[in-house]
């Protein structure tokens, strides 16, 4: 059999497909098989580059090849597709993730600890939380508003309802009282489950160096931090705070030709999560800190007085990501004398 050198496999549920290759790219074995043989078949392969797409599962998988010696490289979906060809498959899309590991310049995705991806459930069982709470909030006021009960919306509190509830003088009947009442309890079940995500999350940041480095930031809290620890690469692959931004999509996309630049809005290619806290943490200091205008002579008095709010928290959530990289790669505090920022 001809020395393979490069493995492309396609992740399923049940069943992987295989495209092993040479040293010149040529196929050698193309094969179909269940999970419970993959570890097996590979490690009757010589040590080589695996290569896969980052997609669910595929973090625990590289852990599990890199411990039989193979050199595990994920690539971003998007960047396998130009190479699929005609007809999509899993033999097909195997190959292809074969060819586009091929290229040199191809770009890859640090493959996660189990300590990140346990972080990163964390967080996001805290978002989870999160949505199914304002989702019972908001269908029980869309329920009482049913009634001709209204209750106004925007407010964080429960015991609006529970005075409504608990009022015998207004119309409602026993059965609308009784199913409140259920969503009242499972509305505040669920608070108290996020709260305690809250103080795990806390509690976390508090241990972490880099993640007290990184709440001296205006507009970083702990949850920020976290999510950067659990989702963002070692800040030493990007050659500079920029880059970081650019990965974040915090940058103009291009669409530029014949030297001539032409920039649009905010590409919103990279890592969603940390964007959105970042893009909030600014508009917090928007809010407290820009209030009539800002401080006279810094960076964010200057963006309000010609930029619309959203524009600037943009603006602003960029400058923290670049300042975010700055910490993490000298390992110090921010320090802001002469209000650069705000």
Known sequence: MEAITIVGVDLAKSVFQVHTANSDGRAVIRKRLPRT????????IKPCVVAMEACATSHHWARELTSLGHNVRLIPPIYVK????????DANDA???VEAALRPAMRTVPVKS??????AMLFRTRELLLTQKTQLVNALRAHLAEHGVIVAGGRRSIDPFIRILDDVTNTLSHVVRKVGAIYLDRIARTAGE???LER???????EQEMAQRLRTIPGVGPVTAMAIEAFAPAMESFARGRDFSAWLGLVPRQHSSGGKQRLGRTSKMGQRDIRRLLISGAMSIIH????????PGSWLARMLACKSRMLTAIALANKLARV???IMTRKDVYRDPAGAIC
Do not use: T, Y
């Open 37 to 44: 043989r993959f570890l097996s078949f590979m490690s009757q």
């Open 82 to 89: 130009p190479f699929v060809k005609r007809q999509k498959n």
């Open 95 to 97: 190959e292809a993730i």
């Open 114 to 119: 189990p300590e990140q991806q346990a972080l």
């Open 194 to 196: 996020i709260e305690d």
């Open 200 to 206: 795990q999350i806390d509690e976390h940041a508090k």
């Open 288 to 295: 407290w800190r820009g209030r009539n205008g800002g401080k």
């Open 324 to 326: 975010i990289w700055a």
